[in-house]
């Protein structure tokens, strides 16, 4: 049996895919386990900065506001 020798590829990306992964990964659960856990979040932001409802609801405003202002120019830079 001939062995054939190993032939190598390198990775189209140039290796920083795992990065990327992790990184995103990391983005999506620090934002996305904020938003989700705001309903917690919002007692004490009433609490510790005595202000009111509106007020303190702003802030998942701003970060729901956040995610998805973010899509467009994500989806132009992957182009």
């Known amino acids: 049996m001939d062995e054939k020798p190993e032939v190598i590829v390198p990775f189209p990306d140039g290796g920083w895919g795992w990065l990327v992964c992790l990184a995103t990964f990391s ?14 979040m919002y007692v004490e932001l009433l609490n510790e900065f005595n202000t009111g409802k509106a007020d303190a609801g702003n802030a998942d405003i701003f970060l729901s506001l956040l995610s998805y202002y973010r899509v467009p120019s994500t989806k132009t830079r992957c182009k």
């Open 27 to 40: 983005t999506q659960f620090i934002v996305l386990g904020t938003m989700n856990n705001f309903g917690v």
